[in-house]
C-alpha cells in the first residue's frame, strides 16, 4: 500500500532553512495526475497547507508562505522535499505530507521545534 514517512531535524534554530523529506513507497511520486502536499499544524491551531508538486514537476505554494517556502523532488528516491527559510518560533509546528492536493493519505508527521 502507499505510505509516506517524513524526515528531517526536530530543532532548527531561528534564522535557519528547515528542511524536511518525504519518502514515498508503493507509489510513485510522477504518476500522472499525482500530487503530492506538505501541511503543518501549530501547537494549538489548526492544519495550514504550504503548498504542493505535481506529477510533471509543477509547484505551487500557500500565498502567505510562498516567499519563504521552496517544494522539489528527487524521482530517484521518490521523494520530495520542503524547505522552509528564515524560520521563526512561530514556524513549530507538526509537518506532514500528504498526497494530493487536499491530502488523501498522509504521513505519521515529523515534529519542528523552532529554538535557539
Known amino acids: 500500500q502507499v505510505q509516506l514517512r517524513e524526515s528531517g531535524p526536530g530543532l532548527v534554530p531561528p534564522s535557519q532553512t528547515l528542511s524536511l523529506t518525504c519518502t514515498v513507497s508503493?507509489?510513485?511520486?510522477?504518476?500522472?495526475?499525482?500530487?503530492w502536499s506538505w501541511i503543518r499544524q501549530p501547537p494549538g491551531k489548526g492544519l495550514e497547507w504550504m503548498g504542493v508538486?505535481?506529477?510533471?514537476?509543477?509547484?505551487y505554494y500557500s500565498p502567505s508562505l510562498k516567499s519563504r517556502t521552496s517544494i522539489s523532488r528527487d524521482t530517484s528516491k521518490n521523494q520530495i522535499s520542503l524547505h522552509l527559510n528564515s524560520v521563526t518560533p512561530e514556524d513549530t509546528a507538526v509537518y506532514y505530507c500528504?498526497?494530493?492536493?487536499?491530502?488523501?493519505?498522509w504521513g505519521q508527521g515529523t515534529q519542528v521545534t523552532v529554538s535557539s
Open positions: 508503493g507509489a510513485s511520486i510522477t504518476t500522472t495526475y499525482s500530487a
Open positions: 500528504a498526497r494530493g492536493e487536499l491530502g488523501d493519505l
Open positions: 508538486i505535481v506529477y510533471e514537476g509543477s509547484t
